[in-house]
């Protein structure tokens, strides 16, 4: 076997560290640890974290055993990496200092849960790159995107599925409140499949990494008063939104008198619509 060049993880170097830190992946905590170098770098790369990024700030959610965060600070960047698992955490700078020693000043180690952080515990970082599990991938996206106005750009690791759901357009099969949400914030796609054997130990899902860009801000309307018109029109998705949007208005009449007045037609249901129209009815629901 040959070996990986100095900095990344290969296959040994990932059986040493369980090993030694006796590690027993959990589902609950979607602990999948990447051992393959080659994936490592089109992650860093597809992240768009080139080599000239010593000004960049990269956070990193659920680093594990290492091998992303060692292709990361190759690039000259700075990473802040969050990491739940006490015991993976606290083995996090050790594993950098002995694999780049060089770029160990340019680490810091957060130990906490992704869903509670925000610039008071990690200041304000450029990008998100992260593999996420596929239970709390979107929750965690959106928190960060929230959090962290910073961030302009995220590439996140998760299940074929999520992947689909965060990255559609309205009308297809699996769009839905994530990608509506996502959708305030940017544009998501996806760009590349994962495949299952880069992984220890291997999932019975597949994954595939989504790109993000963060889009202008959007001022002329309340975001939770929008996500609020969102999550009201797909707990019925199947009624058109006339019906869907009666408890959010306080009757049907008066759902379809502020869609009327959004420009949206209400016979439409809610997989049509695109952020922009669900932007208008919420703003039209604020004048009325």
Same mark, same amino acid.
């Given at each position: 076997?040959? !070996?990986? +060049?100095p900095?990344l993880?290969g296959? $040994? #170097?990932?059986?040493? @560290?369980?090993?030694? *830190?006796d590690?027993?992946p959990t589902?609950k905590l979607?602990?999948?640890?990447v051992?393959?170098a080659?994936?490592?770098?089109?992650?860093?790369e597809?992240?768009?974290?080139?080599?000239?990024?010593a000004d960049?700030?990269v956070?990193e959610?659920?680093?594990g055993?290492g091998?992303?965060?060692l292709?990361l600070?190759?690039?000259g960047?700075?990473?802040?990496a969050?990491?739940?698992?006490q015991a993976l955490?606290?083995?996090l700078?050790?594993t950098?200092?002995a694999?780049a020693p060089?770029?160990a000043?340019?680490?810091?180690?957060?130990?906490?849960?992704a869903?509670?952080?925000?610039?008071?515990?990690?200041?304000e970082?450029?990008a998100l790159?992260?593999?996420?599990?596929?239970?709390? !991938?979107? +929750?965690?996206?959106l928190?960060?995107l $929230? #959090?962290l106005?910073s @961030?302009?750009?995220? *590439?996140?690791m998760?299940?074929?599925?999520?992947?689909d759901?965060?990255?559609?357009g309205?009308?297809?099969r699996?769009?839905?409140?994530p990608?509506?949400k996502i959708?305030w914030?940017?544009?998501?796609?996806?760009?590349?499949?994962?495949?299952?054997?880069?992984?220890?130990?291997?999932?019975n899902?597949?994954?595939?990494?989504?790109?993000f860009?963060r889009g202008?801000?959007?001022?002329d309307?309340?975001?939770?008063?929008?996500f609020?018109?969102?999550?009201?029109a797909f707990?019925q998705r199947r009624k058109?939104?006339r019906?869907?949007?009666?408890?959010?208005?306080?009757?049907a009449?008066?759902?379809?008198?502020?869609?009327?007045?959004?420009g949206?037609?209400?016979?439409?249901r809610?997989?049509?619509l695109?952020?922009?129209e669900y932007? $208008?009815i919420?703003g039209a629901?604020?004048?009325?």
């Amino acid at each position: 076997m040959t !070996a990986e +060049p100095p900095g990344l993880l290969g296959p $040994a #170097e990932i059986r040493q @560290l369980v090993a030694e *830190l006796d590690v027993r992946p959990t589902k609950k905590l979607g602990q999948n640890f990447v051992h393959d170098a080659n994936t490592v770098r089109r992650i860093v790369e597809l992240a768009e974290v080139g080599p000239d990024a010593a000004d960049t700030v990269v956070l990193e959610v659920g680093p594990g055993l290492g091998s992303l965060t060692l292709g990361l600070l190759g690039t000259g960047a700075r990473v802040v990496a969050v990491e739940l698992d006490q015991a993976l955490a606290g083995r996090l700078e050790r594993t950098v200092v002995a694999h780049a020693p060089d770029a160990a000043s340019r680490l810091t180690v957060v130990a906490d849960d992704a869903l509670r952080i925000g610039h008071r515990q990690v200041g304000e970082p450029d990008a998100l790159v992260a593999n996420l599990p596929y239970n709390v !991938a979107v +929750p965690v996206v959106l928190h960060l995107l $929230a #959090e962290l106005p910073s @961030l302009r750009r995220v *590439l996140v690791m998760v299940q074929t599925e999520v992947a689909d759901r965060m990255a559609a357009g309205p009308g297809g099969r699996v769009y839905g409140v994530p990608s509506v949400k996502i959708a305030w914030y940017g544009t998501a796609r996806k760009v590349a499949a994962v495949p299952r054997s880069v992984f220890w130990p291997m999932p019975n899902v597949d994954s595939s990494l989504v790109a993000f860009d963060r889009g202008p801000e959007r001022t002329d309307v309340d975001r939770d008063a929008v996500f609020a018109v969102v999550d009201a029109a797909f707990a019925q998705r199947r009624k058109t939104l006339r019906a869907a949007l009666a408890s959010w208005a306080g009757s049907a009449e008066r759902a379809g008198e502020i869609l009327t007045a959004a420009g949206v037609d209400p016979r439409s249901r809610g997989e049509q619509l695109g952020i922009d129209e669900y932007v $208008a009815i919420a703003g039209a629901a604020a004048v009325a």
